[in-house]
């Protein structure tokens, strides 16, 4: 074909013979043979594409979603990674989802794609308790906003320096809960809520000081708790809607209808607090993160400004994130120690040694702490509080793992089956503190190891890791430090979670609380 190319170009390029008419009839042919040989060249040249992932096939226009069940994610998640391997795919609808479960395609997704990656897509859901996706969580990446909105709560709210300016608050919270739980000793005690209740009154200080007081700071408290627990049940539900929009208006599961409700009344606390602050605004300045957001609003002409849906994303961001995490993780670590009686000897053994039987706990104990460190540890793979993390979307077409994930795909990163994978983990069901304690550097949970992600990773990962953490250790050691406590008569633990994309535990764990600690005085210092 370019012999015949060849000739024919040079035969041209010689100016051919005009009088035999043969160049008007050739050039045609002459044309088609150049454009074939340059297509053919092109495609030569060109890599082939890579395939999509392999994955279940579905049935015509709903895809995988009829199988998909709508309570246990996660699980089906890992169940199809031991059919398909760690990188698949199943259609929702006309959406590709793509689920990843080995840490080396996690670092490929989070790290050396990290920006095409970082991107969010907000299901309806989410865009209305967000109001308007107006949040840090679930904003664009490339929303000119969300740098700004995400430097505003982790290095203006939770920066080390001012952590260390709200100890004491941290610490009077803390005291409260202590003194709560005095005052009911021998009583049935909801641990979660316990711990909810002391995160819901830390955070909601940070974030508008004392303003909600009183009867109306229980009132909040409770409704709170009830409130986000149906909000990360909606969040984690697949939502028919998001995956046909055409029939989004039926909204068949009731999601979209859900999330209103409670939107209006999370939107009518909101509002109320704000108009507080507002008419206080002439007298005594605040420095809470509500000021911090209010006064940045005023500077309508700065390029920092923030909207008042901005502002309400944001707060739905840090009053949500902030408390269920902690406060899950505080009940779970709990129940694997009431399930563990051995384990738990340990900690107390530690907690008198490290603290004394006639002290309370203080936060510069904590890190001599090092078995209840490991305890938490351990806690975080068998129990991560987002399992699937927060979903992520392709900004671009890509190849993973020899895959393409076409641009728009959502990508989950299954981190409970990787945390629960044995080529990754030795017995990796089995409760076992002591393989932190053993290798205390080996496993960090910050991010830079993909076998281990309880918070995330990269560009995306979890801003409030050091509140967390702090929160977590001080109110278990606290709790462990001033009681000894007793499951009811006949009970056992029970250790099945609650899907949501916060999951927390399907019973709640109810213990009996006696004081250990031998000066009854210690308990008073209730604030
Ligand atoms: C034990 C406590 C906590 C755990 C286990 C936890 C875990 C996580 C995880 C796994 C993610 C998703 C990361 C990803 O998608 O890659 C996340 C995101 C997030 N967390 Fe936390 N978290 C905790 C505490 C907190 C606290 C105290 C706050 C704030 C006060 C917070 C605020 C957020 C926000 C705003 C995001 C979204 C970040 C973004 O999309 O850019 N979290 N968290």
Redesign the pocket.
């Known amino acids: 074909m370019f012999q015949t190319a060849y000739s024919l170009l040079s035969w041209l390029l010689n100016g051919g013979n005009q009088k035999d008419g043969f160049l008007p009839a050739a050039f045609p042919f002459l044309v088609a043979m150049l454009g074939l040989s340059l297509w053919y060249l092109f495609l030569k040249a060109r890599k082939p594409m890579a395939p999509l992932p392999p994955g279940p096939l579905g049935l015509p226009i709903v895809g995988y979603l009829p199988f998909l069940g709508f309570d246990n994610l996660h699980l089906v998640f890992t169940e199809l990674a031991g059919v398909y391997g760690p990188i698949y795919k199943l259609w929702l609808g006309n959406k590709l989802i793509v689920v990843i479960s080995s840490p080396s395609l996690v670092k490929e997704v ?1 790290r050396d794609h990290d920006i095409a990656f970082s991107e ?1 897509e907000s299901p309806i859901a989410a865009q209305i308790i967000t109001f308007g996706s107006n ?4 904003d664009s990446y490339s929303s000119p906003s969300w740098k700004h909105k ?1 430097k505003i ?1 982790a290095s203006d ?2 920066s080390n320096a001012n952590l260390n300016a709200c100890y004491d608050l941290r610490r009077e919270k803390v005291m409260e809960m202590v003194g709560d739980v005095y005052e009911n000793v021998g009583m049935l005690t909801d641990v979660g809520e316990l711990a909810f209740r002391t995160l819901t009154s830390l ?1 909601g200080n940070m974030v508008w000081g004392g303003e909600i007081q009183g009867e109306q700071r229980t009132i909040v408290e409770s409704q709170f708790k009830k409130i986000f627990a149906e909000i990360v049940v909606f969040l984690g539900k697949p939502n028919i809607s998001d995956f046909f929009p055409s029939i989004a208006w039926f909204d068949i599961q009731g999601i979209e209808r859900g999330m209103k409700k409670i939107r209006q009344s999370f939107n009518e606390f909101l509002d109320s607090v704000i108009e507080e602050r507002m008419k206080k605004e002439t007298g005594e300045q605040k420095s809470d993160v509500l000021q911090m957001l209010l006064d940045l609003h005023k500077n309508q002409d700065s390029p920092s400004s923030l909207t008042m849906n901005q502002i309400k994303g944001i707060l739905v ?2 009053v949500v ?3 269920d ?2 406060s899950g ?1 505080t009940e779970w670590a709990m129940s694997e120690l009431m399930q563990h009686p051995e384990i738990m000897e340990k900690v107390k053994k530690e907690l008198n040694d490290v603290i004394g039987v006639n002290n309370t706990v203080e936060e510069f104990h904590l890190p001599n702490l090092r078995y209840l460190n490991a305890v938490i540890k351990e806690t ?1 793979p068998l129990h ?3 399992p699937l ?2 979903p ?1 979307c392709s900004a671009r077409s890509l190849t993973v793992g020899g895959y393409t994930i076409p641009k728009d795909s959502r990508v989950f ?1 299954n ?1 409970w089956s990787i945390h629960r994978d044995p080529n990754i983990w030795d017995n990796p069901m089995e409760f076992q503190p002591e393989r932190f304690l053993n290798e205390p550097g080996k496993l960090d949970f910050r991010g830079n190891d993909f076998r281990y ?13 050091n ?3 702090k ?2 250790s001080f109110i278990l050691a606290s709790l462990l430090h001033s009681f000894e406590w007793k499951l009811p008569q006949d009970e056992k633990v029970d250790l099945s979670g609650k899907f949501g994309i916060i999951m927390g535990k399907k019973n709640p764990l109810h213990l009996i609380p006696t004081p250990r600690l031998t000066n009854l005085e210690l308990y008073k210092r209730k604030s």
């Open positions: 989070v969010r949040d840090i969580a679930f995400r709560l709210m939770l955070i961001n840090i994130a902030g408390t995490t902690t993780s975080f991560p509080v987002l993390l927060v992520r990163l981190t992600l309880p918070f995330g990773s990269e560009r995306r990962k979890c801003p409030g890791i509140l967390g953490e929160m977590l």
